[in-house]
């Protein structure tokens, strides 16, 4: 506890705030953007009136009629589509259900690289400052230290959910009210639900990315490099899944079936809930939560292991 | 007792060869010198001792425990090459976030206490990144005696300095040792080494290649003044015993250490000298003559014009 303790006081730092509040700006852009583009499919499609005759060139009668009543259909259910999506992005940003926004987007690419920023330097800038050897002067149980900065990366990733959580929870009515979008008269029961589930879930792929930083930097051992390498591994696993056939067995599909994105376009939405799966061929079935959860714990287990193994045979010069 | 104890001691990258085959050892409660070139392998030996890198050959004990031993390291402050600290903290901050990877110290004002010995009180709650390089090496110190360790291994820790805080430095060093703490230390500044030091290490290449008191490195000798009409008598009678030259008009050098003997030649021939004083050449010659080209190379590029 006293090194984890110690490494939470070094995460207590400009580039922490930074990130945390680039994270939560981020969030809150995207949330304003979202709304307006839920209010536009609403206002796109509402007041659009049934084309005449003359406009499909169609002589007045039973055909023209026939015409005018499917174009009447589609705009009907356009409209409601669109009054649909608004209303689900008006529960996603209901104050509750914003943990889930905050969860999703943090469980994927814009939280990838987060933690990777801060994995370069809180660990990579161990090197780079040459402050390591301070630390294993104090204590040489590697072990330890390494474990240490596995938690405390973890923790600061799980601060960046509640950063934006908090965020949002804030804009979320506020950007609501103003493009005037719909009740989505979602009981407060299925938000927490909502809410906890993507949260829960968000943990363990946080520790993963949080193991991908610590792997990047005990092998890099610099800020830029353990920066790079983490951002690098991560887009290699989006690439990787967009693979024919080998998509299933990657680690981006795993963290996709853990969470639940819904695969390829399907996941775009007026307010995306994450910048992952649309990367990801949907050809075939997503794997479920069961495999997901094994796969991200696997990558996490992987990488954590590996990078002690690194560690505890390097020799500290700087 | 032993603190430090290398048997066999070795280092290499490859084919170069850091360390190779280092014997030492340090008693208790000394004050031991470690010196050498850049790149001779000291700052290798101390990373080896504190575990921050593997030996490829040998073992090595520091307080009579068997490494690499990570629990031990609780008794042992170090202090390696320029000591860095996370430039937004404060120095007091510093040292207390690096105290929470030891074990809890026994007195609570343990870190005031360090920062107080090295004179960083009144700077202790600026940030680290206002220092300058001097203050940094004084709180790499407090670092390194915080715990109140049994062994302090310190790696050039007068490096930006100014003269009154090497003095500081001299003084604590010394209050360490007297308190029964070893002090393993190397440096470049040979004047300080000779006045610190209880015993002294040369190192090159990665070897030890002297070893003992600064006293038993350093060679003496007698510089005789007297009136010039003695001076041909005066050579006479110490060169049948001692190799003599002469220096000036009015000196003579004689290659001895004794000081009485050299006065009672001169008194048992009638020779009456001004003066006899006794020199000692200084580590640093020592130093040069062990580690660099040959002497009379040294020699020759002393004199030689610029």
């Known amino acids: ?318 | 007792m032993e603190t430090v104890r290398c048997e066999g001691l070795g280092k290499t990258y490859g084919r170069a060869v850091a360390v190779g085959d280092l014997n030492l050892s340090v008693e208790a409660g000394q004050v031991y010198g470690f010196l050498g070139p850049n790149g001779s392998g000291k700052t290798t030996t101390m990373r080896m001792l504190l575990g921050l890198i593997r030996p490829t050959s040998g073992r090595a004990w520091l307080n009579g425990r068997a490494l690499p031993d990570p629990a031990g390291l609780a008794h042992v402050g170090a202090m390696i090459e320029e000591p860095a600290f996370h430039p937004w903290m404060t120095g007091r901050r510093s040292l207390e976030v690096l105290a929470l990877y030891g074990p809890p110290f026994r007195r609570a004002d343990a870190v005031a206490e360090a920062l107080g010995k090295v004179g960083l009180t009144s700077a202790a709650d600026r940030k680290v990144k206002t220092y300058s390089q001097g203050m940094r090496q004084r709180l790499g110190l407090a670092l390194a005696l915080m715990r109140a360790p049994s062994v302090v291994l310190l790696d050039e820790p007068m490096n930006g300095m100014d003269p009154a805080a090497i003095r500081e430095f001299r003084a604590t060093v010394r209050c360490v040792a007297d308190s029964g703490t070893t002090v393993f230390l190397s440096s470049h500044q040979l004047t300080e080494v000779e006045q610190i030091c209880d015993r002294v290490a040369v190192m090159t290449s990665g070897r030890v290649i002297a070893e003992g008191r600064p006293d038993d490195l350093t060679t003496a000798v007698v510089r005789v003044v007297l009136a010039p009409a003695d001076r041909a008598a005066a050579r006479t009678l110490l060169s049948s015993s001692f190799p003599v030259r002469a220096e000036d008009s009015d000196a003579l050098v004689v290659g001895s250490g004794d000081g009485h003997a050299v006065n009672e030649l001169l008194g048992r021939g009638g020779v009456w000298a001004h003066q006899i004083r006794v020199e000692r050449s200084g580590l640093e010659r020592a130093f040069l003559a062990l580690t660099g080209p040959t002497g009379e190379e040294v020699e020759d590029d002393a004199a030689s014009p610029r």
Do not use: Y
Request: aromatic share 6%; charged share 15%.
């Open chain 1, 1 to 318: 506890m006293r090194h984890l303790r110690a490494e939470l006081a070094t995460l207590n730092r400009p580039l922490t705030w930074a990130v945390m509040t680039a994270a939560a700006l981020f969030c809150v852009l995207l949330a304003i953007g979202g709304a307006d583009n839920a209010r536009r499919a609403v206002d796109d499609t509402g007041g659009g009136r049934s084309p005449s005759c003359a406009v499909m060139r169609l002589p007045a009668g039973p055909a023209c009629a026939q015409a005018l009543a499917i174009q009447k259909r589609r705009i009907e259910e356009e409209h409601a589509a669109g009054t649909r999506a608004a209303a689900r992005t008006a529960a996603q940003l209901d104050p509750i259900a914003a943990g889930a926004e905050a969860a999703g987007l943090m469980a994927s690419l814009p939280g990838a690289l987060a933690v990777s920023l801060l994995a370069g330097g809180h660990i990579g800038g161990e090197w780079s400052g040459r402050t390591l050897k301070n630390v294993l002067t104090q204590n040489g149980r590697r072990l330890r230290v390494v474990a240490a900065k596995l938690v405390s990366l973890w923790i600061a990733g799980v601060g960046l959910v509640c950063a934006c959580w908090t965020c949002l929870a804030v804009a979320g009515p506020v950007i609501r009210a103003a493009d005037h979008l719909p009740d989505p008269h979602q009981p407060t029961h299925h938000a927490v639900t909502w809410a906890g589930t993507q949260f829960g879930r968000s943990l363990v792929v946080l520790a993963a990315f949080a193991a991908i930083g610590l792997l990047a930097g005990v092998v890099t051992r610099g800020t830029i490099g353990t920066m790079a390498a983490s951002a690098a591994i991560v887009l290699a696993m989006l690439i990787a899944a967009t693979l024919p056939a080998l998509g299933r067995w990657t680690p981006a599909t795993w963290v996709q079936g853990w969470m639940g994105f819904a695969g390829g376009q399907e996941s775009i939405g007026s307010l995306p809930d994450n910048f992952w799966s649309r990367f990801i061929d949907t050809g075939g079935t997503a794997p479920g939560h069961a495999m997901g959860l094994a796969g991200v714990t696997g990558l996490l287990v992987t990488c954590a292991v590996a990078a002690f193994v690194v560690f505890r045979r390097l020799d500290v010069t700087g």
